[in-house]
Nanobody, 121 residues
Framework: QVQLVESGGGLVQAGGSLRLSCAAS????????MGWYRQARGKQRELVAG???????NYADSVKGRFTISRDNAKNTVYLQMNSLKPEDTAVYYC???????????????WGQGTQVTVSS
């Protein structure tokens, strides 16, 4: 079983920065895409950014130019650098990983427990 442990959330003023980290641990064959999602109060969970094992990235339009996703495959860790934060970025941020348990080409989604990011105006 894989565990994703997130860290780095907190309270920051508008215009500030935060860096989220998510480390995968446990028993698995490989991890393909990793990503960050967020869910604001009363809203649906949405994709913020994703990154493949090869380094290909994609971002939500709302964060392009402000957020940067990266990963360290040796450490099975994904990061989200968030700059120029806005109050509308306030949400619980969840780490996600597409995990392969063994060499067979089947993946399952693993989620972290979530970390709160609050941006004050």
């Amino acid at each position: 079983q894989v565990q994703l442990v997130e860290s780095g959330g907190g309270l920051v003023q508008a215009g500030g920065s935060l860096r989220l980290s998510c480390a995968a641990s446990g028993s698995f064959f490989s991890i393909n895409t990793m990503g960050w999602y967020r869910q604001a109060r009363g809203k649906q969970r949405e994709l913020v950014a994703g990154i493949t094992s090869g380094g290909r990235t994609n971002y939500a339009d709302s964060v392009k130019g402000r957020f940067t996703i990266s990963r360290d495959n040796a450490k099975n860790t994904v990061y989200l650098q968030m700059n120029s934060l806005k109050p509308e970025d306030t949400a619980v941020y969840y780490c996600n990983a597409a995990v392969r348990r063994d060499p067979r080409p089947y993946e399952y989604d693993q989620w972290g427990q979530g970390t709160q990011v609050t941006v004050s105006s």
